[in-house]
């Protein structure tokens, strides 16, 4: 371990109450970022609500006692609907979303098609409004909440064969800036963390060397690495806790420095 990823793991206490008596939406719970941010939350006492695609998503009820799972798409509007409805009936209500399930895509401009445009806006950019609308009614009547989205450092520089990704997340920046602007009176906050490159499953049923592919991006990095799943879920949920209370509308860039070159 370095010096520098021993500090990081050793950021934050595992466990705490920092989240107790909140209630949390996490989409794309069922594996890397998401599950992380979920563990981290339950650790910290929050009650979670866990949604993702993947059937797996339903370990996570056996692996963290008290978290509430549901299985769905968020391109629809039932799938969010249904989550945050989970959360009202099972905790009473809702205090946070993180907006994490997401979808890629690395095609040339000439090659990418309209199905392809289409399935990373709809998870992107569609999914996460539907969430983030219907977690917004619910923090409304509640009096406040917090919103946070796992963005890409691709929605602020340009990535070759990444017409749609990018276009998506700065999509969803965008959103999350409006988000703000209209939560702020409501006592509810939205940012979003513009995330590098993250050692993930990620891009497993898109390429099969999707691991190599992934570390092959550490040298472009000041930091020399890519992210653990874990170190972005710390930055996710600092940005939904109490210590980032006067935070909204930001784009928080956790890149290892590669938009800082």
Known sequence: MTPA??????????????????TALVTGAARGVGRETVALLHARGARVVALDLR???????????????TQ???TQEETAHRAVTTALDAF???????????????????????????????????????CAREAFRAMKSRGGGAIV???????????P?????????????????????????????????????IETDFLDTIRPDSRAYLASFGAAQPLGRVARPEEIAEVLCFLVSPRSSFVTGAVVAADGGFTAL
Do not use: C, H
């Open 92 to 130: 009473g209500g809702l205090d946070i979303l993180v907006n994490n399930a997401g979808r890629t895509q690395n095609k040339p401009v000439t090659e990418t098609t309209a199905e392809d445009w289409d399935t990373v806006m709809a998870v992107n950019a569609r999914g996460s409004f539907f």
């Open 72 to 74: 769905g798409d968020v």
């Open 149 to 159: 989205s796992t963005g890409s450092y691709a929605s602020t520089v340009a990535l």
């Open 161 to 197: 064969e990444g017409v749609a990704y990018s276009a998506s997340k700065g999509a969803l920046a965008q959103l999350t800036k409006v988000l703000a602007v209209e939560g702020g009176p409501l006592g509810i906050r939205a940012n979003l963390v513009a995330a590098g490159v």
């Open 5 to 22: 990823t021993a500090s990081a793991a050793s950021a934050a206490p595992a466990e705490s109450t920092e989240f107790a008596g909140k």
């Open 55 to 69: 059937p797996d998503v339903k370990n996570l009820a056996e692996e963290f006692p008290g978290v509430a799972v």
